[in-house]
């Protein structure tokens, strides 16, 4: 019985021991089908995840080993795709040159007919629809509305366009519509208003024309407007790169499938086509290989794009193989002197040193005379604006002269007259044209069709505003002043400032100064670029009566007192003396006249509110008593409503040793609106936020967006925190990154990089900006500036020769001691420049009289 009892025990748990492994086993199998289907989906996920940075031609990159090194260009795309369909199907590495847009045509598109060239508005579908009766109709959807998808789902919304196999309903109103046409039956025959899409095109285009190439080319005979709605026949599409403009979740067709005939049979296509449209993909994703062309001429191939990162802020002295530039004059003292010299194409440029190999004599038909390479700054050179193009940008063939437009007209094609830019080449320009043919034509050849017709890019209003404003401005100071025209050199950034206000100040003011400055700003980050001038349609001129009634209400200072007293800024022992003051000239002085004031004429005495004059007289007192050793003003007894101002460039900053002068104007409702500052550029970008046009860019002058104490405030704001702040925060020792968006670039090796570019050609044209004013002081400030120079010539001179040496803008002071960049140097280019300039600041200094060999034995100081 004990024996029988434990056998059947045994028997038991032996049964027991193998359904738990076949339990095991079916659990184990399932586990590893999950986990396998887990990986699978991870696979896909990270697949579809994997998304690569897409690149353009004519996209700027640099290594994403080495970003502050050399750039490059992207000059070709190859690109394969994975393609799906609304039914599932998958291809897999499809060369995107065989894509094909679902339409010919898109809004945007350029086209050509005839001589004619203009600009796709709309495209109205053509679409076939085959009914479930059977019935055939052809309709010019004008109205989106007359077909409508039918249980439009995700995919259906999605898609912008009719294609092959969509079910749809057409409208009752429609059957009988002009726009439809049967082709099989009628609608009087018709039982289903459901229906299958069986083929989709463009069927009508509207065009909006923009010229034709006798208009261009000036010739009396112009050819009629065609009319605006056109069959796509008739057109021809300009277009280049298409392939290497796709994206994900484009749609798109084969190149074979889009040129397949479609079936005939009514019935076959209702059966056909209910399955989905097979023949429309989306991009589901994407492969690319980009080649770039590097600055310094070597070109890689097949590179993999996340090997390279996107430069979006481009120095203005950054410059490419194949590219036309024109040598700026070294200076230009008089307006008649030439803006520009010879035309060359740059060969090779050493983006690290900022040196450009090129190679001059460049001339219509080719190159001509002693043609030479040699190796130049890439200071003293600026992009050819006419021969420069945008990759794709439309340009148009042009004609010798006048007399051969005719000539011209019949001996061309006129898809051979436009064209897309595709590049520079062996000092030529290679264009694609309009009817496929790539050719190299000289840069006098073409034009581009924006620029030619003056058809520009609409800016903001306020950008306009501020320009035709600042145009108007200049011209008028011209005219008052008798300035030069002189050249404006394109340095075309500008920026915002990212120091902080106690490093930027601690050694620049006398303690009252700086608390005006910090009780102005809560926060250093207080201007910016490209801001909107706000413009005072009020102003005015002070008349006697006018001063005479305010002021018995209030007590006006002595004018006279006034200029025989120098106004004395506080004294702080703590603080270093920067400046060798020139001992005549007073720090704040009250004059007779302002006859070349920039705000001379400006008028409206009537409107002088309440109190104006008071404040006024405040704002003198504030002067005279608190203003810094590095800034001069000067006030009018006749015009108490201009002022004008001098600010010494500071210590350690590209402007060190530089006068910036600055015009002043209190509007009628001051202090209710900020005072309008004029700079004296003499053509000069010297500074992001001084324009050529001489506005000033600030805050706290209103012509930048702010908030709370960056914004001018009518009971606590002053010009003397106006003229701190242009010191402080506009003339710093950074000013690449006073540039909006800049100040993310801060710590950044191409920031830095920038930063060093920008304060070298800061210096160099803040020695430009001497000699102009030398030449032309402004007026009451002809001993002073006499002074200044005579005083700060020989250490001025000195410094440069010590940049000459390696030692890096700005870092020089007192007893040739560096600020903490002992281990940079300057470029090679800016060297090369600068001992161009230097001797031409040297004869102007001499010419003044001022003795420049004692510079030798001289430290440099600077400020």
């Known amino acids: ?191 289903s208003d459901e229906g299958t899409v069986c083929s989709a095109e463009a069927g009508l285009v509207q065009v909006y024309w923009i010229s034709s190439l006798s208009r261009v080319w000036g010739s009396c005979k112009t050819d009629p407007t065609p009319a605006s709605l056109q069959e796509p026949k008739n057109l021809t599409l300009l277009s280049c790169f298409q392939y290497a403009n796709w994206q994900l979740g484009d749609w798109c067709t084969l190149l074979d499938m889009a040129s397949a005939g479609a079936p005939k049979s009514s019935a076959k296509m209702v059966k056909n086509y209910s399955q989905g449209s097979n023949g429309i993909f989306t991009i589901s994703k994407t492969r690319t290989t980009i080649d770039v062309l590097w600055q310094n001429g070597l070109v890689s191939v097949g590179m993999d794009p996340r090997t390279v990162a996107p430069i979006s802020n481009l120095g203005d002295h950054d410059f490419w193989p194949e590219q036309f530039v024109l040598e700026k004059a070294i200076a230009s003292e008089e307006a008649c002197a030439p803006k520009f010299q010879r035309v060359g194409v740059v060969k090779k440029v050493d983006a690290l040193e900022r040196t450009v190999k090129v190679k001059w004599g460049r001339n219509q038909g080719g190159f001509v005379g002693d043609v030479k390479e040699e190796t130049v700054s890439a200071y003293e050179l600026v992009e050819h604006t006419d021969f420069s193009f945008c990759v794709g940008e439309v ?42 043919v790539l050719s190299k034509v000289d840069p006098f050849e073409i034009c581009g069709l924006e620029r030619l017709l003056d058809i520009v890019s609409p800016q903001p209003v306020s950008e306009v505003a501020t320009n035709a404003t600042d145009s108007t401005r200049f011209t008028d100071q011209q005219e008052n002043q008798g300035s030069p025209d002189d050249p404006k050199i394109l340095d075309e950034s500008s920026y915002d400032c990212v120091e902080s206000l106690r490093k ?25 670029h490209s801001g909107m001038v706000k413009e005072e349609t009020n102003n005015l001129v002070v008349g006697s009566t006018e001063r005479q009634q305010d002021a018995n209400e209030t007590t006006k200072p002595e004018p006279k007192k006034l200029q025989k007293e120098a106004a004395k800024p506080n004294e702080t022992a703590d603080l270093p003396v920067i400046y060798a003051k020139p001992r005549e000239f007073k720090w704040f002085d009250v004059i007779d006249e302002f006859s070349d004031h920039y705000f001379t004429n400006q008028t409206g005495s009537s409107l002088v509110k309440k109190g104006w004059l008071k404040k006024i007289q405040q704002e003198w007192s504030i002067l005279e008593n608190n203003l810094p050793e590095s800034i001069y003003v000067r006030a009018c007894e006749e015009r108490m409503d201009l002022l004008r101002a001098c600010i010494i460039g500071a210590a350690g900053t590209p402007y060190h040793d530089g006068l910036f002068f600055f015009d002043i104007f209190f509007p009628a409702d001051y202090p209710q609106e900020p005072p309008l500052v004029h700079y ?93 004013l030398i030449q032309k002081p402004p007026k009451h400030f002809e001993d002073f500036v006499r002074e200044h120079f005579t005083c700060h010539a020989p250490c001025l001179i000195a410094a440069c020769k010590a940049y000459l040496d390696g030692a890096q803008v700005g870092s020089l002071c007192k007893n040739e001691e560096l600020l903490g960049a002992c281990h940079k140097s300057c470029s090679t280019g800016f060297k090369l420049m600068l001992a161009k300039l230097l001797p031409k600041l040297i004869s102007t200094f001499t010419e003044m009289g001022i003795d420049c060999n004692q510079s030798n034995s001289l430290a440099p100081v600077s400020g």
């Open 1 to 191: 019985m004990d024996l029988f009892m434990i056998d059947s025990d045994t028997d038991t748990e032996s049964s027991d021991s193998e359904e738990l492994e076949e339990r095991e086993t079916l659990f184990a199998g399932h586990a590893q089908n999950i986990l396998t289907s887990l990986d699978e989906s991870i696979l896909k996920i990270d697949d579809f995840l994997s998304f690569e940075r897409g690149f353009s031609h004519g996209d700027i990159v640099s290594h994403i080993s080495d970003p502050s090194g050399q750039l490059g260009r992207v000059v070709d795309i190859d690109m394969v795709v994975d393609l799906e369909s609304q039914s599932g199907k998958v291809l897999r590495v499809v060369n995107s040159k065989r894509l094909v847009r679902v339409r010919s045509f898109m809004a945007g598109d350029y086209v050509i007919m005839g001589s004619w060239i203009g600009r796709v508005n709309q495209v109205i579908d053509l679409v076939k629809v085959v009914f479930n009766d059977g019935t055939k109709c052809e309709i010019l959807v004008k109205d989106p509305e007359m077909l409508v998808p039918v249980m439009p789902g995700w995919y259906e919304e999605m898609i912008q366009f009719y294609y092959p196999g969509q079910r749809v309903r057409m409208k009752t109103a429609s059957t009988g519509s002009k726009t439809a046409k049967w082709l099989c039956g009628d609608w009087g025959t018709k039982n």
């Open 680 to 772: 004296h550029s003499g053509g000069l970008r010297v500074n992001p936020n001084l324009y050529e046009s001489g506005k000033v860019c600030l805050s706290l002058l209103n012509t930048w967006t702010g908030s709370g104490t960056e914004v001018w405030d009518p009971k606590s704001s002053t010009v003397l925190q106006v003229l701190l702040s242009i010191q402080a925060l506009v003339l710093n020792e950074k000013p690449y990154f006073n540039e909006a968006g800049y100040d993310k670039q801060v710590g950044r090796a191409d920031g830095e990089k920038n930063s060093v570019t920008y304060n070298e050609n800061a210096f160099l044209l803040s020695c430009k900006s001497m000699m102009y």
């Open 395 to 436: 340009v148009v063939r042009l004609v010798p002269s006048l007399d051969k437009v005719e000539e011209a007209k019949s001996s061309f094609d006129s898809l051979l007259c436009f064209g897309n830019f595709v590049g520079h080449k062996e000092g030529g320009i290679e264009v694609k044209w309009a009817n496929g």
């Open 504 to 528: 930027a100040t601690a050694r620049l003011f006398p303690k009252a100064a700086f608390d005006f400055l910090s009780d102005l700003f809560g926060r250093s980050h207080a201007l910016n």
